[in-house]
């Protein structure tokens, strides 16, 4: 479809310019600045100090086990859990099937911070089991990540295997059956490739949130070198100073990314099965031990999944001193300093995040009508650049942003345009692909119907297209919402002082052992992720996961 001149050309050429000048200029500063020396001319001295570096090395090779490890291990919870759901019948299914969505949206300095609450050094669990003589081995290090994370990542391979599994045609299973092949034989034949797929795909954006992961890792992984803990040391380290060894560690980042892309995208080319759309088989009903079996494994894990919701709040009114928790004796002293004596970080998160919600919306909703509606070889380059974030972890993303908005006619760093910059790229993709799900269902001749009538083709979009979106819009604004106020990753490498938000006020007070501080923020953050949901769901009927 050749696009025209006006409208459509020149918003095309105005967005790809935006997205090239804000996402890719940025990278290739990163690039330059990673392959420059001291006197300025092309160098390698960054990656060559780099593998002379035994706690990079290190760091390199513990980020790639808890890649794998974690990933490993939410498919292990992820896929018999899915399964469970989508073929067996048991007690509480319905709502077993929709608790597990609610994890994606706990921000992940908060799972952190719960967790040493409940089994830190001086955590509740750990303080009552040590009375009883029992000794727990300690929560940091590998112990604390693999466990937290698993629990935090496994819902992205329980969603993709349930949708797979929901419209496998059970036909085939039957088939299979019918020949005398014994059941379990017949699902690895028949069931296990063509859930494989689901698994890779999902396996992949896993190890990537694994690989990119800052504020469990910088919480829990005590002494454990990992690549996203040292690429921000460095940058702190380095602030003021030469940028090569801050740009190449995360040159090394964004490629050890890159090449699990291009071996998974092979991987998952080779194993791609084409069905057609058949009957699910039925849900087996389970009754007696079973019943109990099934209700409380899956329960087990939901709740260890949504502790942190609950431990965040009750030490949110706990009484504390120092870091120290009064279990049991209860205080407003931590809640009225968040929200009286300290409120610039709420205020900061409600600020940034409101502009960014804004902003990176109305930029959706037009890229995804462009790349959709208008589409063109220049629409195809706007539609890759745009999700190009989600294949960039935080930290690398904010330090490149750093770099190239420091200094020059356009100067960010230190201001509150640097932070709406990182919350409106980081989480832009998320925007985009919700305001798109619905462009698919409105046909064509709705908008020509409309341009035949006079009307013109921009006010065509604001007056058919725009309400026909109502619904995706939405959704996309509170997804976009939620993962930016809650965003820690990017804003800890861009923020100065004045800046401060509410995940980085969490992570400082953790630093500094206030816990109840910490919590206090924590309860302030769940709240307003938390509202915005229910709101949607309640007033407007937003169904928030599927855009529709």
Partial sequence: MKIKWWPWGILTAIS???LLFFVLYPLAVLFSNSVTGQDGGFSLEGFRALLADSQYLEAFGNTLVLGLVVTACTILVGVPFAYMVARYDFPLKNLVAILPVLTIVIPEIIVGQSWLLVLGNNGILTNLLGDAGI???SFYGWTGMVFSMTLVYYTYIYLGVLAALRGFDGQLEEAGLSLGTPPL?????????????????NALVVFTLVVGNFALAMLLGSRV??????TYNTFVSEMGGSPTLQSAMSVVSIAIVAIVLFVQKRVVERKVYTMTQGRAPAARRVRSWQAILYTGGVGLVILLSLLPLIVVFIAAFTKTSGPVM????????SMQRALHGAPEPILNSLKFASLATVTGVAFAVLVSYLTIKKRSAFTQVLDYIVVLPLTISGTVLGIALVQTFNTGWLVLAGTSGIMVLCYAVRRLPFAVRNASSVLFNIPDSIEEASISLGVSPLMTFFKVILPAMKASIISAAILMWLTTISELSASIVAYSGGLETMPIAIFRQVDGGRLGMASAYGAALVTVI????????????????SGK
């Fill in 185 to 201: 034989l017949t699902q690895l034949r028949v069931l296990v490739p063509v859930l494989l797929p689901a698994v890779l795909v």
């Fill in 135 to 137: 000794s727990l081995p």
């Fill in 530 to 545: 938390v509202l915005p949901i229910i709101v949607s769901v309640k007033a407007f009927r937003i169904k928030l996961f």
């Fill in 326 to 333: 009064h279990w049991g004796s209860w205080s407003l002293a």
């Fill in 225 to 230: 070198p990992l690549l996203s803990v040292m």
């Fill in 16 to 18: 790809l310019a935006l």
